[in-house]
């Protein structure tokens, strides 16, 4: 996880295998230059607006292959999606939130 409120994460010259980019606050240009050779960057949302199941289908793979882990801050049930929105606001999560959905 990089936290980009701490300084420049493009300085420092390392490279990855994947960045996942939840925040859209910055274009894909500037993650170019961290990635591997062979690297891809995964954002939350795309310009249209809806994240790929390719891209879906390969986090899950490095995730099973425990070349990815995540950091789940809290757990929001669908119903509670307003509260989860105001915990994200404050601006002090200090990794991912997650909303439970439920199929009927």
Same mark, same amino acid.
């Given at each position: =996880? !990089?936290?980009?409120?701490?300084?420049?994460?493009?300085?420092? @010259? $390392?490279?990855?295998?994947?960045?996942?980019?939840?925040?859209? #606050?910055?274009?894909?240009?500037?993650? $170019?230059? &961290? &990635?591997?050779?062979?690297?891809?960057? *995964? %954002? /939350?949302?795309?310009?249209?607006? /809806? #994240?790929? +199941?390719?891209? #879906?289908?390969?986090?899950?793979?490095? !995730?099973?292959?425990? $070349?990815?882990?995540?950091?789940?801050?809290?757990?929001?049930? =669908?119903?509670? !999606? *307003?509260?989860?929105? %105001?915990?994200?606001?404050?601006?002090?999560?200090? @990794?991912? *939130?997650? +909303?439970?959905? /439920?199929? *009927?």
């Amino acid at each position: =996880m !990089i936290d980009y409120t701490t300084g420049d994460f493009t300085e420092g @010259g $390392k490279r990855y295998d994947v960045i996942y980019d939840a925040v859209f #606050l910055f274009p894909r240009s500037r993650f $170019k230059k &961290l &990635l591997k050779r062979d690297g891809r960057l *995964v %954002r /939350s949302h795309d310009r249209l607006g /809806s #994240l790929q +199941i390719e891209d #879906l289908e390969y986090l899950g793979e490095q !995730i099973e292959a425990g $070349k990815l882990k995540t950091f789940i801050d809290k757990t929001y049930a =669908m119903e509670e !999606i *307003v509260e989860a929105h %105001r915990y994200v606001d404050q601006g002090h999560k200090r @990794g991912n *939130v997650a +909303i439970t959905v /439920s199929a *009927v």
